[in-house]
């Protein structure tokens, strides 16, 4: 089975419709509030998302594993800049100026992806930073924050039934002065 474009096409685009939120006030100092900035050259980062997607390219059968490896490359949509907003009851998250993603820190949010497709998200607000899954009609996308002082890693995970390991990469980011 095809790795589904919808659940792999939201790591660029995220939700394309996601609901405003009314204003509410910041919560007291999460660590994720504010702006990070990928670190590392751009050679080096496309290098280790490369990797990532021929990896999970040579589990797929020969007949469709260009298709696939083209699906895999939209799933490492990279971010250069996020931009996140916790507050008290809700949380956001901005890719590159884009229009944010907001939703409660709990429960399941039911939105679309990009082409209009059903997706999921499911939050885990922790106090160093949060697990946000998307889930999509074949498969999810895990991206685990995580804050240590001034820096931010970011754990990617794809799954899919076509895929029996599942595609990882980990990204690095470093606070922005507001």
Known sequence: MPVSAAVLALALAGPAAAEPTQAAAPAAAHPMHGRWELVGSQAAVQAKLDR???????QLNILIREFGRMKLRTATGLCRVYA?????TSWSIQCDGKKPYARPHT???NTTD???????SQLALSAGGAHLT???????????????????????RVE??????????????RRLAE
Not at 52 to 58: K, L, P, T
């Open 52 to 58: 990532a997607v021929e990896d999970a390219a040579s």
């Open 84 to 88: 996140f907003a916790v507050t008290d």
């Open 107 to 109: 429960g399941i949010h």
């Open 114 to 120: 990009a082409d209009g497709d059903p997706l999921r």
């Open 134 to 156: 998307w889930l999509g009609e074949s498969g999810a996308r895990h991206n685990v924050f995580s804050v240590d002082g001034d820096r931010l890693a970011l754990q990617a």
């Open 160 to 173: 899919s039934e076509s895929l029996e390991r599942p595609m990882k990469w980990q990204l690095e980011y």
